[in-house]
């Protein structure tokens, strides 16, 4: 590649990270239904051929983003699975790394739900996608970690629900406190608080894990 070549190369790159990092900020403020091809490229500070060049559409440039998004924990809850671990405790990672990811992504996860009632078509298909990953993952390590004798039998999905719910239902109660406004300041950082702190967090997995694990199995 010539000089004049990788100068293009290099300021292309830059401007097609610079739409993806403004997506992400304009997102995060008021979800991808509101985002508009001018907006975006007015926050980036590109202009619209820009764009077009780039991502052609709006709705391609939306399925990017979203796995863009959501790659960076996909591949940590990859090497979780691929550890040397028994699989109950690579199931305690999952879980808890799954719940610390859902806290600091709270408002963006909030408005990616607004924007699949809303019919943003990429993000419905992306949340379809979504279904066959982590929590396959997660059933997966409910299956092995009952094959170890470690945790309780029963129907590996509806465990998988009862633990993601016992522990992701109190991260959206915290997103819903401090976007709706409803609560008093003072008791919106008491629900965050107790909702997202690590020392919580890790509380209330332990007695999840307490209350699925088998009978007789070393903790």
Do not use: C
């Amino acid at each position: 590649m010539n000089r004049v070549a990788a100068r293009t190369s290099a300021r292309d790159d830059t401007t097609r990270e610079r739409l993806l990092r403004s997506g992400i900020v304009l997102a995060r403020r008021g979800g991808l239904r509101a985002l508009t091809v001018r907006s975006l490229a007015a926050h980036a500070r590109v202009n619209l051929g820009s764009f077009v060049y780039h991502f052609g559409t709006r709705e391609a440039f939306i399925a990017e983003l979203v796995e863009r998004w959501y790659s960076p924990i996909w591949l940590q809850l990859q090497a979780t699975v691929e550890q040397e671990l028994p699989p109950v405790a690579k199931l305690e990672r999952l879980i808890l790394q799954l719940v610390e990811w859902a806290s600091r992504n709270r408002a963006f996860l909030g408005h990616l739900l607004m924007d699949a009632s809303a019919g943003e078509k990429a993000v419905v298909r992306f949340l379809r996608t979504v279904a066959g990953r982590h929590p396959l993952l997660v059933v997966q390590m409910i299956r092995e970690s009952q094959a170890a004798g470690q945790i309780v039998r029963g129907d590996p999905v509806h465990l998988m629900l009862f633990a993601m719910s016992a522990m992701g239902l109190p991260v959206l109660l915290a997103h819903g406190a401090a976007a709706g406004r409803v609560f008093p300041p003072a008791t919106r950082r008491f629900v965050v608080g107790y909702a997202t702190d690590r020392r919580h967090v890790t509380e209330r997995l332990e007695w999840l894990m307490t209350g699925i694990r088998a009978r007789g199995a070393v903790p």
